[in-house]
Structures are given as structure tokens and as C-alpha cells.
């Protein structure tokens, strides 16, 4: 047991009137400290390329065709089940391309593991993160929505190819 | 210009002004709790967020309003009025500047002139307490029920604190008219009534406290005490109810912010210019009832709120003797001639 | 004008004095009760005693019935009000007695000494009217001094008193055996 032996207060620390008027300067010089609030719409969140934002299927060379060969490996590492694919068969030199591609933005919790599947290069994070609409339909993105030219994730692949350099390099079991 | 015409400017703009002030105070409300919290508080309504309290009228006339099952229907309609009225009554004989002159007629910026204003204004004032009562008692909450027991016995307490104080101000001025009392401290600076030693600061200080816990401001807002009562009183009120609870309240902030200038700061009175024009007086007397109005705000976002018993001990156990006290140096002083 | 207003609000008082007596709700009697104070005050507004309706409002209005109000809400009383419990109170015995003789004492003392003054109205401190503040000073510090002492001596007294009363009654409710407690030996007893 411990006796903690408070100190006697004076009579003028009895008043409190001291510690209130020095409260209230403290708080006065706190109307003129800088601001942190970020005025959002106009003051983004800073993004870089780590920022996990909603994932995005890239373009090809061509611009023209997705990188997808809608082999259905992000569809199963989805833990939260929000991508849809239906895949057909094409002319052209890759055989597949996805015909139907659905993100369910609103299942989405943005955890990357799409982007950690692909095969392909056809999916990566990117820094969009502003999510809103007036209807639920409106956020299950379809392959317009979400379809990104490979220059605009740039960044965001040679960061993910670093990060994963690391697991490539040779171990001493290999 | 006929006379009644005269009275009704004068009607318009004090009520329109003490309208616009409790308006603005919702935003200066939040505004200044931004700053103090290094935020930077409503700014997309209008310029600046200035058309907030706009929004926020049109907000609360468009909400459902709700009336609780098992509330007492008559005294729950009757308690946000019983809370408004009061304060915007007692506005009536501030006298906010000396004599004006209106379409010819030399006239005093104050709706009525009475010998005994400062009764009329503590009188008038003490009503307020209704609207919180009834209100709390009427919603069938408990909460509602706890909130306006406290504002009541707070107010009680209070007030004698704050009417002790006033009458150390009449003793010093010898008269219960506002107007005189302004006029009294004319002059220099140290006519002010804060400025009669030994007894003017002391009943400064304890007539500002009393304010705030006659308008249920923080540090003692019991009455609305959030953590423990919810909204308190106003738990149960919607729409513009709430509102006029609000109104009520700032009004009532206003007018206690008018009667400390009245009483303790000379009014409309500029140091050392006895014969300032008019408008000048008008600018100055709304300044410093700014400044009070400031510090309401300013104590807010700065104080822990008391416990309840605390306040009660502070209410009667410090201040009323330190009041009545003050009442009996002043008599003595008086009649031993020290502020002749 | 002024006969028209005058009869209005005395029957604005007698509806409301009526409410007090017959409203089923104790709430409500002390909101009539409320309302007739109010038209009285209107009414000492109307004879020009502004000072005294002032006062009417500050004190009973302002103070006192808050109070009434305060005590009500406590008590909770709803459409049924059970004040059978609440009235249980009588002094007696000895000091019953000395409480009483002590209150008419000094309400004898109060009547002689406003005996002992000169009538009201005839005083020349009167004559710019009955609510000159400083005449009625005057006259309530010099010549009603007594009288006035002495109620404020009774007011004093009946505020003990009631402390006094309350605080007994919380003793005894305290005990650890209210039914196996012996019957107070000092006079007070439960009606």
C-alpha cells in the first residue's frame, strides 16, 4: 500500500482562478495556431504508390485490349467474393479475354490479393479512392469503369515488381 | 415622422439586431470551438460559412417534429416558448447607446424607458427557468426530467449571487434605471463600475460567473449535461422546438452579456468622451457586449465541466457569502464616503 | 382603456386562483398559481406601482415558485396525488407549545409596532407617490423597522424549523429496523 500525501494547496491555488485564466490563454493562442483541418475535395488525401486504392485492370500496348485472360485466379483469391468474370475466346494472338469483368465496389475492401494473384499483369491497385454514387447497381464497375491505360498504374507496377523482388532473390535452398 | 413610426424603427432594429446576434452565435458557436481546436469549422455555406445559421433554420423548419408518448401535450408545446420569450422581453430596456435622433425626434436607443429597469430585466430574465422546468418535466424522460431539476436548482442558487452583485451596482449608482447607471459611470475609465475598488471587481467577477450558470453555459451546463443526460432538458425536442430552445438561450447569453456591460463596463460609455456621437457609443457598447459574448464561447471550449454537487457548493458556500459580504463593505464604504 | 384592462385581468387572476384549487394535476395548480400572480403584478403595473409589481414577478415568480415546481417534480406526484403521506407532520407537546407561543410572539410584536406608526397613507413621505424607492426606504427602515425585523425573524425561524423537521425525518427513516423501532419519545408523532 502506498500513502500518497497530497499537497496542501495554497490559497491562492484554492481560488483556481490562476490555472483558469491560464487555461483560457492557452486556449486563446490555440485560435491562432495553424490550421490541420484538410479541406477534402479540394485538398486531396497525397496519394503515392504504395496507396492500395480500388483495384484496376491495365491495357495492353495496343490500348485497345485488356492485359486479362480472365483466368479466374483473382475471382478465387477474392476473400471478399466481389469479382465476377465471364471469359471467352478471342482471334487475336491471346487466346482469352474477359467478355464480362465485375468489381462489386461496394464488397471490395481493397486488400490487394487480386493484385498478388494475377498471372498477367492485368490488375493493380490503383490511388483512386473516392467511392460514391446514388445507387448500388451504379458501383458494381464493369470493364469501362475500370479499365486503365498501363501508363496511369505505372507507378504502382514497378513499385509492386520491387516489393516483390525481394521474394525473388535466391535463397540458399535454391 | 409620426412617434409610433419612431418606435417601431427602433422595435425593428433592436429585435431584428438581438434576432441576428443569436443567429450568429450559432455560428460563432462552432466557429470558435474550430479555431480553438485547430480546426477550421463550417466554411462551405456562403463566404466564410456565414449563411450556416441559414441553412441551419431551413434545416430545422424542413425536420419532423416529434412529440413523445406519455409527454404532457400542452406543456411540452408550451416549454420552448416559455424559454424564448423571456429573454427577448428583458432586451427591452438595454440602453444600447445615448440619444438618437430618428426623423426628427430626439429619441433613446432602448424599446422602453423604466425607473426600475434593473428589476424589470432580473425579473423578466428569471422567467426563463420556466421553459427549462417545464420542458424537462413534461418530455416523460428521465434524462429530460433530471436535466431540468439541475437547470432549476442552478438558477435558484444563482441568482442570488447575481441579484447580490446587481444591488452592489445600485448601491453605487443609487438608482434601479439602466440608463442612469450608464450615465453614472461617464467620465474616465475609472468610473467604470469595475474599476470602484475595493468592491467593483469582486462583484465583476462573481456576476460573470453567475451569468454563465444562469444561462446553463458551460462550466455549467447541467441542464444539458451531454455525457450524463444526453441533450438533457432537450432530449426529446425535434425541429424548430429545439430551435427555440436554442434561440432562447442565446438570447438569454446576449442579454446577460448587454448587463454585465451595463452594469460593470459603462455602457455605451467611451473613456474620457463623455459626449460621444452616438453611433460611436452604439460601436462601443457592442463591442464590449461582443467581447462577453466571446468569453461565453471562450469559457466553453476551455473548462472542465463541474460536478454537480461542486457547483452547488461553489454556489452557496463560496459565492453567496463572498456576495453578501461584498453588499456589506460596500453599505460601510459608502456611508464612510470613500467613492464620493 | 385601463377599467377595461383592469377587469380583464382580475378575472385572468380569479381563473387562475380558481385553477389552483381545482386542477387535478399539482403541476398545473402551481402554473394557475403562476398565472394569477402574473395578472396581479399586471394589475400593480396598471395602478402604477411598478416597483412592487417588479418584486411580485422576481420573487414569487422568479423564486418561489420555482421552487414550488422544484419540490413537485421531486416528489413526483402524478394525476393521483398521494399527499396523505406528505402530510403527516403535527407538533406537540412542549415543544409544540414554545414554537408557537415564539411565532405569536413575534407576530404581536410586528402588529404593535406597525400599531405604534402613523397610518400608511397619511405619511408626507407619500406624497410623490407610493412608488417613490427612497420613501419607501425610508419608511420601511425607520418606521416599519420593527415590523419588518420581526417577520423576517418568523421567515428565519419557520426555515429552521423546517430543516429541522426534515432532517429528523431522515434519521428515522434511516434506521437499520423502522418496524422494531420504539415510538419516539420527544413529541413527534405520525398522524
Given at each position: 500500500m502506498v500513502i500518497i500525501k497530497r499537497k496542501e494547496l495554497s490559497f491562492i491555488e484554492k481560488l483556481y482562478l490562476p490555472q483558469i485564466f491560464q487555461a483560457l490563454s492557452h486556449s486563446f493562442r490555440a485560435m491562432f495556431q495553424p490550421r490541420i483541418t484538410r479541406q477534402y475535395p479540394e485538398e486531396p488525401l497525397p496519394t503515392n504508390e504504395v496507396t492500395r486504392g480500388q483495384p484496376r485492370l491495365t491495357l495492353l500496348e495496343d490500348g485497345e485490349h485488356l492485359a486479362c485472360v480472365s483466368c479466374g485466379l483473382c475471382e478465387a483469391a477474392c476473400p471478399a467474393y466481389a469479382i465476377t468474370i465471364d471469359g471467352h475466346e478471342t482471334e487475336r494472338f491471346i487466346e482469352r479475354e474477359p467478355e464480362r469483368f465485375e468489381i462489386d465496389m461496394l464488397r471490395c475492401i481493397l486488400c490487394g490479393f487480386c493484385e498478388e494473384a494475377c498471372p498477367k499483369d492485368a490488375i493493380f491497385m490503383s490511388d483512386e479512392l473516392e467511392l460514391a454514387d446514388f445507387s448500388r447497381a451504379a458501383l458494381v464497375y464493369d470493364i469501362d469503369k475500370l479499365k486503365r491505360p498501363r501508363e496511369e498504374l505505372q507507378g504502382r507496377i514497378d513499385y509492386f515488381y520491387q516489393v516483390n523482388d525481394r521474394w525473388r532473390t535466391p535463397s540458399s535452398t535454391s | 415622422m409620426p412617434l409610433p413610426l419612431v418606435w417601431l424603427i427602433k422595435v425593428v432594429l433592436i429585435y431584428g439586431g438581438l434576432i441576428t446576434v443569436a443567429a450568429a452565435m450559432s455560428l460563432a458557436e462552432r466557429k470558435v470551438s474550430a479555431w480553438i481546436q485547430w480546426r477550421v469549422g463550417p466554411?462551405?455555406?456562403?463566404p466564410w460559412g456565414l449563411l450556416q445559421p441559414v441553412a441551419d433554420g431551413v434545416k430545422f423548419i424542413f425536420k419532423e417534429e416529434l412529440v413523445p408518448e406519455g409527454a404532457n401535450q400542452t406543456l411540452f408545446r408550451l416549454a420552448p416558448i416559455l424559454s424564448a420569450v423571456p429573454p427577448m422581453l428583458a432586451v427591452a430596456v438595454i440602453p444600447f447607446a445615448g440619444e438618437v435622433s430618428i426623423g426628427g425626434h430626439v429619441t433613446t436607443l432602448s424599446i422602453a424607458d423604466l425607473d426600475i429597469s434593473t428589476l424589470y430585466v432580473v425579473a423578466i430574465g428569471g422567467l426563463g427557468i420556466y421553459g427549462v422546468i417545464l420542458g424537462g418535466w413534461s418530455s416523460n424522460s428521465k434524462y429530460s426530467l433530471l436535466g431540468g431539476l439541475r437547470a432549476s436548482a442552478q438558477m435558484v442558487s444563482y441568482e442570488l449571487s447575481l441579484l447580490l452583485s446587481i444591488l452592489v451596482v445600485v448601491v453605487l449608482s443609487g438608482t434601479l434605471d439602466l440608463r442612469q447607471i450608464v450615465n453614472d459611470q461617464a467620465g474616465p475609465i475609472f468610473a467604470w463600475n469595475i474599476f470602484a475598488l475595493p468592491v467593483g471587481p469582486i462583484a465583476f467577477l462573481l456576476f460573470v460567473i453567475a451569468t454563465f450558470a444562469e444561462t446553463n453555459r458551460h462550466p455549467f451546463d447541467f441542464a444539458e449535461c451531454e455525457p450524463e443526460l444526453v441533450g438533457g432538458f432537450h432530449t426529446e425536442y425535434s425541429s424548430m422546438k429545439f430551435a427555440l430552445f436554442f434561440l432562447g438561450e442565446y438570447c438569454a447569453m446576449t442579454v446577460m452579456a448587454c448587463l454585465t456591460t451595463v452594469f460593470f463596463l459603462g455602457g455605451g460609455n467611451i473613456p474620457w468622451w463623455p459626449d460621444a456621437p452616438w453611433l460611436l457609443e452604439l460601436t462601443c457598447f457592442l463591442s464590449k457586449m461582443g467581447f462577453f459574448l466571446f468569453l461565453f464561447l471562450w469559457v466553453r471550449w476551455t473548462l472542465p465541466r463541474f460536478r454537480f454537487d461542486q457547483l452547488m457548493a461553489l454556489g452557496w458556500k463560496v459565492m453567496l457569502p463572498i456576495a453578501i459580504a461584498n453588499v456589506f463593505v460596500t453599505g460601510a464604504l459608502l456611508s464612510l464616503g470613500w467613492f464620493a | 382603456m385601463a377599467d377595461t384592462l383592469f377587469y380583464i385581468l382580475a378575472a385572468g387572476t380569479l381563473a387562475c386562483g380558481m385553477g389552483v384549487v381545482t386542477a387535478r394535476m399539482p403541476l398545473f395548480s402551481v402554473l394557475s398559481l403562476l398565472g394569477s400572480l402574473f395578472c396581479l403584478s399586471a394589475i400593480y403595473l396598471l395602478s402604477g406601482f411598478q416597483f412592487l409589481a417588479a418584486t411580485q414577478l422576481l420573487v414569487y415568480a422568479g423564486a418561489i415558485m420555482v421552487l414550488f415546481l422544484f419540490v413537485i417534480m421531486l416528489l413526483n406526484l402524478?394525476?393521483?396525488?398521494?399527499?396523505q403521506g406528505h402530510l403527516g407532520f403535527s407538533l406537540s407537546g412542549k415543544k409544540g407549545l414554545i414554537a408557537g407561543a415564539t411565532a405569536l410572539s413575534l407576530g404581536l410584536v410586528g402588529v404593535v409596532g406597525a400599531g405604534y406608526s402613523t397610518p400608511f397613507v397619511a405619511n408626507p413621505a407619500y406624497e410623490r407617490g407610493v412608488d417613490d424607492l427612497n420613501a419607501l426606504a425610508t419608511v420601511l427602515f425607520s418606521r416599519y423597522a420593527l415590523p419588518f425585523e420581526a417577520a423576517s425573524l418568523l421567515l428565519l425561524a419557520t426555515m429552521i424549523g423546517v430543516i429541522t423537521l426534515a432532517k429528523r425525518q431522515r434519521t428515522t427513516d434511516a434506521g437499520a429496523h423502522p418496524q422494531s423501532a420504539p415510538p419516539s419519545t420527544d413529541g413527534e408523532t405520525a398522524a
Open positions: - | 466554411n462551405r455555406v456562403g | 402524478g394525476d393521483e396525488a398521494e399527499l
